[in-house]
């Protein structure tokens, strides 16, 4: 979500009994022209996605057991929006700037992400040193597990 809709966001989370309108409670303004999903998507947000379910994982609460603590949902980007305006030319990467993402910590807290960072995948003959390498590295780390005891 973007930063000036975090308010109408976090509103989509109250307690309200079934039946009762997220978009009315948030003042946002759904608009149906998804394709691969029936529900609409906000006409505010800078970036949104359809996704299909994949998979649902439930872990039981360490603090209250026999309850859900948190759960784990595993979906598929099946259509991405993205307004005219918010993305560079070669279309993979977002402006920040545009976008101003905030991102869901937990429970109720957020964070404002304020700038990307991008670290290449090392390559594994070429920064590793392939199988040669990797088995030096495993040697130097049981030599210091050694030493630690």
Not at 20 to 28: N, Q, T
Not at 59 to 75: A, Q
Not at 96 to 110: A, F, M, N
Request: hydrophobic share 35%; aromatic share 8%; with cysteine.
């Amino acid at each position: 979500m973007s930063t000036p809709f975090l308010e109408a966001a976090n509103s989509c989370s109250t307690n309200a009994p079934l039946g009762v309108s997220e978009w009315v409670i948030s003042g946002l303004t759904p608009v149906y022209d998804t394709q691969t999903v029936k529900a609409p998507r906000a006409k505010e947000a800078v970036f949104a996605v359809e996704c299909k379910l994949v998979h649902v994982k439930e872990f039981e609460s360490r603090s209250k057991p026999g309850e859900t603590g948190s759960t784990l949902v595993v979906v598929e980007g099946t259509k991405f929006w993205i307004k005219e305006g918010a993305v560079n030319e070669e279309l993979n990467q977002m402006d920040l700037d545009v976008y101003k993402p905030v991102s869901r910590l937990g429970g109720i807290t957020y964070g404002l992400v304020r700038e990307g960072l991008e670290i290449p995948r090392p390559d594994f003959e070429k920064d590793i040193g392939g199988m040669e390498g990797y088995e030096k590295l495993k040697k130097a780390r049981e030599e210091r597990k050694k030493e630690k005891e």
